[in-house]
């Protein structure tokens, strides 16, 4: 079973920055994983925001090039997410996630929140 924990979601004002953190833990290699960060707003469906591959190619959603960086740190089986330039359209549930052996785990998710 893999587990992942996402953490530091928060209220910020527009134009701030947030750094979120995603740590695995269970039975899995974290090294040969890609990792993907997705965001829900309310009304509207799951996307996906950034992704990085177990050597370290990276993509975004176009809505964040530019503003939000992924990166990972295999020694502490953790995946990060810098968000700079905060939108409000950016409030969202955050959620990473993996697929590993055939099986596709999500972490419970962290509030982000962008007031205008």
């Known amino acids: 079973q893999v587990q992942l924990v996402e953490s530091g979601g928060g209220l910020v004002q527009a134009g701030g920055s947030l750094r979120l953190s995603c740590a695995a833990s269970g039975n899995i290699i974290f090294s040969i994983v890609t990792m993907g960060w997705y965001r829900q707003a309310p009304g509207k469906q799951r996307e996906l925001v950034a992704a990085?591959?177990?050597?370290?190619?990276?993509n975004y959603a176009d809505s964040v090039k530019g503003r939000f960086a992924v990166s990972r740190d295999n020694a502490k089986n953790t995946v990060y997410l810098q968000m700079n330039s905060l939108k409000p359209e950016d409030t969202a549930v955050y959620y990473c996630?993996?697929?590993?052996?055939?099986?596709?785990?999500w972490g419970q998710g962290t509030q982000v929140t962008v007031s205008s």
């Open positions: 996630k993996t697929d590993y052996r055939r099986g596709a785990y």
């Open positions: 990085i591959t177990s050597g370290g190619s990276t």
